[in-house]
């Protein structure tokens, strides 16, 4: 998980991860510690003096100093550090330790914590890659760096032992990773769903409510200017702007009570042709060109025409409104592996950033300044209910292109 989000929730978690692991190291190395400097030789005999090489009891001063750093760390909400802060420090504890216990020294490398064990099982908890290397790494260079210093293939046994631990380690992580993305996907679908829902209740709401009054009023903008043809250059342009918000009422519409879709054979070339003669006025009058290419004979396309002609209307119009005074679009039409047909159209416009390609088709998401956002989401509805793709790749100042790819022959029609 990335430490750089800082949301509550993920601060909580850590927050609960890490103090459980200052209780289990905590209670594991010193029980361990004791029992195995102490109590074992003591029983078998050991003199009090020598139950304990090395720093002695500098070790236990040393990690207790750790936990009220760690503990200093917690409740000033710095949670992220405190599992780097221990492992670092027990590395450099434990070197320091071994190195006075065995430098000049004729005995054989055989110490260790089983806590060390826990250091290594304990990372998938944390749910993070960097820190489980950084534990590996860390316990694996350290035993390997006292055997070459010390001269002693004693080493190697442990170096073994972490390497097999660390193995079943990565595996529970990775599948932790694998978890915690499924519960994200499926969280993020179902908010998607909800966020719909509760636009479409509001769009057929709004939706309705509009085009009653909107169609009264397109039809007396109509009956001026025909009583007065030649009085008033306003009422094409009223009529114009009234066709605009009922184009947004009808994506409205549509949010809030998709059309069922009727699968018959269609020819994209007509399909395409309807597009253009719609779109060509705006086009004329914004100096743009559309240049379009048919590759080869095209077979018939099984979709829901209408639906389809509002789609390339919505690209063709964005593509236009993209070139403020000039400019070309290029429309491509090709039959992919014969199962598939793509639509492209490219243009020569201002570009979209990187950032926002992947807002596309959000509910409300626009990069027009009298965009409302739902014109390309209902497009991408669409071409989704026809088992099809949206590509969208653009480049800044230089134009966008978007590829629609839909399946020649419904799959429900095979």
């Known amino acids: ?115 060390e064990v826990l250091l290594i099982l304990f990372t998938p908890i944390f749910v993070n890659k960097r820190y489980f290397w950084t534990v590996t790494i860390g316990l694996i260079g350290k035993d390997l760096l006292l055997g070459l210093i010390l001269g002693d293939l004693n080493v190697l046994m442990p170096v073994l032992i972490y390497i097999t631990i660390s193995a079943l380690a990565y595996i529970l992580l990775i599948r932790f990773y694998s978890y915690i993305n499924s519960l994200t996907k499926v969280y993020d679908e179902l908010r998607q769903k909800e966020k719909l829902a509760v636009i479409g209740q509001m769009a057929a709401a709004i939706g309705h409510e509009i085009r009653n009054p909107l169609s009264s009023l397109r039809g007396f903008t109509q009956l001026q200017q025909e009583r007065y043809p030649n009085t008033n250059d306003y009422y094409p342009i009223m009529i114009q702007e009234i066709d605009r918000i009922n184009s947004i009422v009808n994506d409205l519409m549509y949010i809030g009570k998709p059309r069922v879709i009727h699968f018959e054979k269609a020819s994209i070339e007509e399909i395409i042709a309807y597009t253009l003669s719609i779109t060509q006025q705006q086009a004329e009058r914004q100096g743009v060109i559309v240049e379009t290419t048919m590759a080869g004979p095209l077979p018939p396309l099984d979709c829901d025409e209408k639906q389809l002609k509002q789609v390339f209307i919505n690209l063709i119009k964005n593509a236009i409104e993209s070139m403020h005074e000039s400019g070309r679009i290029k429309i491509k039409v090709n039959v992919l592996e014969k199962t598939k047909m793509s639509v492209s159209i490219k243009d020569e416009g201002c570009g979209i950033p990187d950032e926002n390609i992947l807002n596309i088709g959000e509910p409300f998401f626009t990069t027009k300044s009298s965009g409302t956002g739902l014109g390309l989401m209902v497009t991408n509805q669409i071409i989704k209910e026809h088992l099809g793709e949206l590509n969208i790749s653009s480049e800044l100042g230089k134009g966008t292109r978007v590829e629609v790819v839909l399946p020649i022959i419904h799959r429900q029609r095979k």
Not at 12 to 25: G, I, M, Q, R
Not at 27 to 50: Q, V
Not at 85 to 113: C, K, P, Q, W
Request: glycine residues 8%.
């Open 1 to 115: 998980m990335k430490e750089g989000i800082q949301t509550t929730e993920l601060i909580f978690e850590e927050k609960k991860a890490s103090v459980l692991f200052l209780w289990l190291f905590n209670l594991i190395f010193f029980s361990w510690d004791i029992f195995y400097y102490y109590f074992r030789p003591y029983f078998n005999g050991a003199s009090l003096n020598d139950l304990r090489g090395g720093l002695g009891i500098w070790v236990y001063l040393l990690l207790v100093g750790v936990l009220i750093l760690a503990i200093y760390y917690i409740k000033a909400g710095n949670i992220y550090i405190v599992k780097y802060l221990y492992i670092i420090s027990f590395l450099i504890i434990d070197i320091m330790d071994n190195l006075v216990r065995y430098m000049g020294s004729t005995e054989h490398f055989a110490t260790g914590n089983i806590v």
